[in-house]
Structures are given as C-alpha cells and as structure tokens.
C-alpha cells in the first residue's frame, strides 16, 4: 500500500525541557537545519516514516511564552497556525514539559491551547520528577485537558512508541484539541469587540494574543490605524475594570493550572535534597562559582587549541600537497594560478575552521546536556547586563577570542533576538586567533625590545600585544550599549531560565550536535568563503600580461628537476638578491633591479631566478586590480601613516587577516610563503622608504596598523556567517561599516598622536 500524504507536527516547550533531545531521538538524528526566509531563527526540520505514514516533525525554538514582540518570535506562532508558507498546514502540534516542573510549563501548554490546534502533551524528564518524589496523575491531567498524555524520558529513549502512537492519532483528527477557559468574562467580551476589527479568517487565539500583547508584532500587523486607536481604548476599558493587559493573562492562567492540578500531582511533604542541589551551593555560588566558571573556561579553550590545531596543520598541510600536486601536473599559467592559488586555497580557507567549530560546539554540548550551561549564563548575567546583554552572551563572545565564526554560530543559544543580534554584530570586534600572527610581525619588528619593568618580567613588546588582545573587547562594551540604544531599542529582556538537573551528557547527542555544527558550517558558509577567495585570487591577478612570470616559472622548474645539485652552487644567494630587488622596487628603480639580476638569470642560476620570479610577481601585484585599488587609496591611508603596499595589504586581507603576510611578502619580493617569524619580511619593511626618503614605517605606523587589525572587520568568512545567521545582507554590510569606520579612526588617532610623542 503506498504512504499516505506527509503530515507535519510541530515540536514546541521551554528551554532545558529536553525538547530538541526528544526531537533527535524520534527523528534518528536526521534533519534539516536552516534559517526560516527573512528572519534569524533557525529551522530544524526532521522526515520520519510511522506505520507507513509519512511525517514532518519541526523543531521550534524553546520559547517560555507565545507573546511575540518580534517577526522572529512571531514564527513560532506563524508555524502553528499554518500561516508559515516553507512549512504548510501544522496537523498537530507536540507540547513538550518539565515533569518536575509541571505549574511553569503548562503556562505555555495553555497559549498552545487557546490557539485551537490539536495537542499532544509529553511528559518529559518523568525520571527526574520520580526521583525528586513527584506523582502525577497523567490519565486524569489528560482527561482535564482533553488531550493524550504521555511519559518520556528523551534522554534514555524511554516512552517513543507510546509518544509516536499519541502522535499519529492526533495528527490523523481533524478536530483540535479543547481550548481552556482560562480569562474572566470582561475579558472574553473585549475580544469578542475585537474581532471585528481583524480579518474574518484570524483565529480567536491570536485576536486574544493581539489584545493582551501591547505593543507587539501582532497589532501593527493585523489592524490599521483606526483599530490600534480602538484597541488602545479597549485596553483602557479593561484596565478600568481591573483586568489591564498583560498582567491579567499571568494571573488567569496561573490561576487556572493550579485548579487544572488539584488533584493531578502531588508532591512530598519535605523538598527532597538533591544531587544537583548540593553542586549547585558550590557552582552557583557567588564567588566560588565564577571561580569555577572561569576554570571550566580556561580548560574548554586550551583543549580546543590543543586538539583543534594539530588537525588544522593537518588540514594547510594537505592543502600544501594538494597544491605541490597540481603545480606537477599543470604547467604554469592562468589556470594552475586559478586552482592553487583560488580554488585550493579558498577550499582550505573553509576547511581549516572546521575543528575550531566541531570542537567549541561539543564542549559547548557537553555543558548545555549535562546542565552547566544554564549556571554559567546566570552567573555572567549581572556582568553583561552592564551593557545591555545577558548572560547568555558571554560564552559566544568569549568563543569569538578564538574564531568569531563559532562565536557567532554559539548564538544560538540565545533565545531574546536583540540580545543575539548585539552579540552577533559585536562578536568580529573580540580579538580572534588569526589577528595574531599580524601583531607578531608588528611588535617584534618595530616596538623596542629593550624597554622593560619589573627586573624584565613585563616588557613594552608583551604591554601592547596585551592591549591589542583586548581593545576589541573594551570597544565592544560601548558599541553593545549604542547597539541596544539605537538600532535595537526595546527594555532589557530578564534572564528567566530554568536550572535543569545535572546529568551525565549523552555521547550520541554530543556527538551529532558537534558534527552537525560543523556540517552547517562547510555547506552554509563555505560557498560563501570560497567564492570571496576567488573573487579576491581574480583582483590581485588579473589585468596584466603574465608570461614573463610564467616562463621563468618553467625554467625554474625545470632547473630543479634535472640538477638539484646546482642550488647549492649558487653564484648569488638568494636572500642578497631578494634584498637587493626589495630595496630598488622600494626605491621605485626596477630598471636597477633588472640589471642586476640579469646576468645571473642567463646564467641559469636558480635561486637568482627564484629572486627575480619574486619581483615579476611584485610588479605584477602592483599592477593588479587589487594593486591599482591600493594606490587610488593611498590618499585616503596616508593620514594612517601608510603607503600604497600597506594599503593593498589591508584590501587583500578581506578574506583572513593574516593573509597580509603573505601579501606583503609578495610586494617586498620574498614570495607568499613567509611568516609572521621571517627576518628577510622584517627586514624589507625596515628598509622600505617613501620616495623622499623617509622609512615607512617606525613605531606610529606600526601602532596604527595593529590598532585598524584590532578592529577591523577583514574577514570575508566571519561576514558570511552573519548573513547565514542573520539571513539578510543587511547585517554584514553593517557591521563591515561600522568596524571598518572605528578602525580606521582608531588607526587615525593613534597614529597622529604617536606622530607628535615620538616627534
């Protein structure tokens, strides 16, 4: 017999009730996961096959209450009532509770309710309550509530066949579930008034939500200006008769789960003692527990670098081979040029994030599965909430220090939109792994070394490295606080979450939630990056005519192949002629380097050959779209104290910020494979001189460029990620203005005031 048409139900409960456990573990872990069209909220989206029927089970986010103030918030509605157009028809709808938090939970079951769809309940984490000596009556609160009830333990996979039963039964009724009675009859009149002034097919349950949410989305999206002036008076009116919105709905429905639970549950006549009660003296305690966070911290960070950097090597070193191995195959030309220097490298730009990303999201699994997660956002929220944010923020900006692409994809975390958009748009500001190896070229070649305290302990060198770690961070507490004020105004959202019991992280979940990250990562972002890499390979290679660069490329190759043994014959080290070409192109005298170079690439020399490949490469980057953009911005760089190869620097660096090393390197003559360590790249900057004479660079400049590094937004990757998580191009091009705008100042100030301290 074929299946019968698909059916869709919607999953929807508090944080910590083990809702997305229960959801992983009735889909087999397979889902979808993307962004619903034009907002931030993610999607999960699991097809299962039951007794032959064909379902589509969607993950809502955790959610305490329907009122929605946001068109984020307002697609959990959305999705229930059918009205979200990628869903379709919901045919039911699962209501997943706290067993040992029964009165909290049913306050959102009886929203779902109002809304008239077909309701299942799960009675979830049943365990916890048994072993905390609650009793709950199931057959009786299902018979009150008119709806099937049924135990769960989504964790141990316990209650599934009964859970999927209730399921298919439910989905297969037309009929919804009975709508509790839960407002006074002053309040019922005032909807009822209401009504005329929506639509006729508009459900009674919204009407209700548009009267009792003041302000929200639903108001300025189903009536026009005459009935928000007629709703304001009718709120007016109910206040009057001492049933003012929203505080009415809290008292009414509270009201109503006590009277629903007499009888239904009962509990010892002794709070029973804990487990989890006793870790939490120590882990929620004030100063113990920020003792103890920060160690929890500390370790998750240094484990994800230990493990997460022998991978990565990994990962650039099979890039290298990969390159080694076309560069063999393929002549030198455009396309080797595409492919190792394009497609290889943009390929590996994605992939060498991955283990940072399926590293932070399995700590960060362990932490929510086994409970500590929820501590540690109630312990870090009277510290963000200095700047407008709760706890929930600290652990993605924290995570950002590493790579602000897990950073921003750990928002997940955070249920209140504007919170996850501030942290979102301020997380690129906290100083990731990657602006390193700039502030190591910067500070080991032009601060001075020998200016020191304390017997030597703390030098000038180790002083700024410090402030550049951590200026973004003190930069960020400012722009969350405008954030807050301007672009996303509203009254603070109060850190209410639930402290779930501790337990044992389940491997399985861990696991998948881990790879599932970093799944989303390579297919959601990495097109994105590959095709900024591309984009960028394009500029710095094209216009120009490349076959001189090419033609020595071949014979040096072939140099090599058939007698390795004159590299080490040389007639000019390789390093004098580098020099040699790095001072004359600074110098504006190619025609000097030219010369000198001649001779002993007619000689066959290899290494001079190397020398002058290295140079065409140079000019050729000068000559590039992307060197040409360097130079029509050197006007508006110089007040930074930079000239144009600073500037193509900074331009290349879009895609990763270190990219700037090997740029440079490739404008000094030294070949895009040098490092942060390279003495002959230190060098060449300190022999680099403007044409009247003066050095580039000296301690001001040297400053500038740190502090623009320190806040800019030069990462193609991270930007990409906010659009993925944002889901409009808006966001991105915000916050690449407004990071580019306060590096640049920043740079400005800094360099003008350097200028006249060292005079």
């Not at 700590?363 to 599965?369: C, M, N, P, Q, R």
């Not at 360590?677 to 300190?686: F, I, Y």
Request: charged share 20%.
């Amino acid at each position: 017999m074929p299946p019968r048409p698909a059916r869709t139900i919607a999953l929807i409960g508090n944080p910590n009730t083990g809702k997305s456990t229960l959801f992983n573990s009735l889909t087999g872990m397979r889902a979808r996961v993307g962004n619903y069209p034009g907002v931030t909220v993610e999607k999960k989206v699991g097809r299962v096959r039951w007794d032959d029927v064909e379902l589509e089970l969607v993950d809502l986010p955790g959610t305490y209450s329907l009122a929605p103030r946001s068109l984020d918030e307002q697609v959990t509605l959305d999705v229930m009532l059918g009205r979200q157009g990628d869903i379709g028809e919901v045919d039911a709808v699962l209501c997943v509770v706290d067993a040992s938090n029964l009165e909290r939970n049913l306050y959102l079951v009886s929203q779902v309710l109002s809304l008239g769809v077909p309701v299942v309940l799960a009675l979830n984490m049943s365990d916890v309550a048994r072993d905390r000596g609650i009793e709950i009556d199931d057959a009786l609160l299902g018979k009150r509530l008119g709806v099937e009830v049924v135990r769960t333990e989504g964790h141990r996979r316990r209650g599934l066949d009964a859970l999927q039963a209730a399921m298919l039964r439910t989905a297969a009724r037309s009929s919804p579930s009975p709508s509790p009675n839960v407002f006074p009859d002053a309040f019922q009149a005032a909807t009822k008034e209401a009504r005329q002034w929506v639509a006729k097919d508009v459900p009674a349950g919204l009407v209700e939500r548009m009267v009792i949410d003041t302000g929200g989305v639903l108001e300025q999206t189903l009536l026009d200006d005459e009935g928000r002036r007629n709703l304001s008076s009718l709120r007016q009116r109910l206040a009057e008769q001492s049933c003012a919105v929203p505080a009415m709905e809290a008292r009414s429905r509270y009201g109503w789960i006590r009277k629903l639970l007499d009888g239904v549950i009962q509990r010892p006549l002794e709070k029973v003692v804990t487990a989890t009660d006793r870790i939490d003296r120590v882990l929620t305690h004030r100063f113990l527990g920020i003792a103890v966070f920060v160690l929890v911290m500390a370790m998750v960070f240094q484990a994800i670098g230990a493990w997460a950097t022998p991978l990565m090597d990994l990962v650039e070193a099979g890039q290298g081979w990969v390159s080694e191995l076309v560069s063999g195959w393929i002549a030198p030309g455009p396309l080797r040029s595409l492919l190792v220097d394009g497609v290889i490298a943009g390929v590996g730009g994605v992939l060498v994030f991955t283990p940072q990303i399926a590293f932070l999201f399995f700590f960060i699994a362990v932490l929510e599965d086994c409970g500590y997660m929820a501590r540690a956002a109630f312990l870090m929220d009277r510290v963000m909430t200095r700047v407008g944010l709760s706890g929930k923020s600290f652990v993605p900006l924290m995570s950002s220090f590493a790579c602000a692409i897990p950073g921003i994809m750990a928002t997940r975390v955070i249920e209140n939109r504007r919170d996850r958009m501030v942290t979102i748009l301020i997380a690129p500001l906290m100083s990731c792994s990657a602006r390193l190896p700039v502030y190591v070229l910067l500070i080991y070649t032009f601060i001075p070394g020998d200016v020191a305290w304390l017997g030597g302990w703390l030098s000038l060198r180790t002083l700024v490295l410090l402030a550049m770690m951590f200026v973004g961070l003190v930069v960020a507490a400012p722009v969350a606080w405008l954030l807050k004020r301007f672009v996303f105004p509203g009254e603070a959202a109060p850190l209410v979450m639930e402290l779930p019991d501790y337990k044992l992280p389940t491997p399985r979940l861990v696991l998948h939630r881990a790879f599932d990250r970093a799944l989303a990562f390579v297919t959601r972002a990495g097109s994105l990056i590959f095709a900024t890499t591309i984009l960028v390979w394009a500029a710095g290679y094209f216009p120009g005519d490349h076959q001189a660069e090419h033609d020595l490329e071949r014979r040096l190759e072939a140099a090599e192949a058939t007698d390795t043994a004159t590299a080490a014959t040389t007639t000019i080290s390789a390093a004098s002629a580098a020099s040699t070409a790095s001072a004359a192109l600074a110098a504006g005298d190619s025609a000097a380097t030219d010369s000198r170079a001649s001779a002993a690439i007619d000689a066959g020399d290899p290494e001079s050959m190397l020398a002058e490949l290295r140079r065409l490469r140079a000019e050729r980057l000068r000559d590039s779209a992307l060197g040409r953009l360097g130079q029509a911005v050197e006007p508006v760089v110089r007040p930074l104290g930079w000239d144009w190869r600073i500037g193509v620097g900074a331009i290349a660096s879009f895609p990763a910020r270190e990219v700037i090393i090997a740029t440079l390197g490739t404008i000094y003559s030294l070949g895009g494979d040098v490092d942060e360590e390279d003495t002959g790249l230190k060098q060449a900057m300190r022999n680099a001189k403007w044409p009247d004479g003066r050095p580039v660079y000296n301690v001001p400049v040297a400053l500038s460029i740190l502090v623009f590094f320190a806040l800019c937004a030069q990462c193609g990757a991270t930007l990409m990620i906010i659009w993925r998580e944002t889901n409009h191009w808006g966001w991105p091009i915000f916050t690449f203005c407004y990071m580019t705008t306060l590096a640049y100042f920043g740079a400005l100030v800094v360099y003008q005031i350097g200028s006249a301290w060292w005079g």
